[in-house]
């Protein structure tokens, strides 16, 4: 690993794992209620389609840093544009967020869930990544053993999935026992 690297993640670690926290939980949001509302076309595809709003920011972020003065990374000094170039990227998946909601309604709130999520980030990437507490999360995770992390991501993937199919399936119809004459 690379000085700059180590430098970078040392000083914005902590603002990637909120993010990175965040992301997971929208993320499992999303699409247990995807699956619960599957038999509801502008809910089902409201959800789906929200879901890759929540990591906008990682590929609009390097296009921000790469293309816009004053944001690019020439040296150490340059690294907190790492974080105003995300906050900047998340700032815009908000506003098309709460477009799509004010244009489409009632029928826009899977995006107004993202939108929330997306606020959550904007604020704990740009002002919580420093406190203490995070900062040791950070390293306690950081000495899990990765086949821990993955088997929880894959559990947590899985329960997701069977809490949502279940949560929409159909009401199990009633069943009218007819009375015989005697």
């Given amino acids: 690993m690379s000085r700059a690297t180590a430098r970078t993640r040392a ?30 076309v502008w809910l089902h595809s409201g959800y789906m389609l929200a879901t890759p709003l929540i990591l906008w920011e990682s590929p609009f972020s390097r296009l921000l840093i790469g293309f816009v003065p004053g944001l690019g990374i020439e040296g150490p000094a340059d690294f907190p544009n790492i974080i105003l170039s995300i906050v900047l990227a ?3 998946a908000l506003a098309f967020c709460l477009i799509v909601r004010w244009r489409v309604g009632e029928r826009g709130l899977p995006f107004l869930v993202a939108a929330v999520f997306i606020a959550a980030q904007m604020v704990a990437m740009g002002l919580l990544g420093d ?19 993955v088997a929880a991501g894959f559990a947590a993937g899985a329960l997701t999935s069977w809490a949502g199919w279940k949560a929409g399936r159909r009401p199990a119809a009633r069943e009218t026992s007819a009375t015989q004459p005697a």
């Fill in 11 to 40: 000083l914005l670690g902590g603002s990637f794992l909120l993010g990175l926290l965040l992301a997971i939980a929208a993320y499992v949001l999303l699409y247990y209620r995807a699956l619960k509302y599957r038999r509801k």
């Fill in 90 to 92: 998340m700032a815009t």
């Fill in 131 to 149: 406190l203490a507490i995070v900062r040791s999360s950070l390293g306690f995770l950081g000495n899990v053993p990765s086949v821990v992390v």
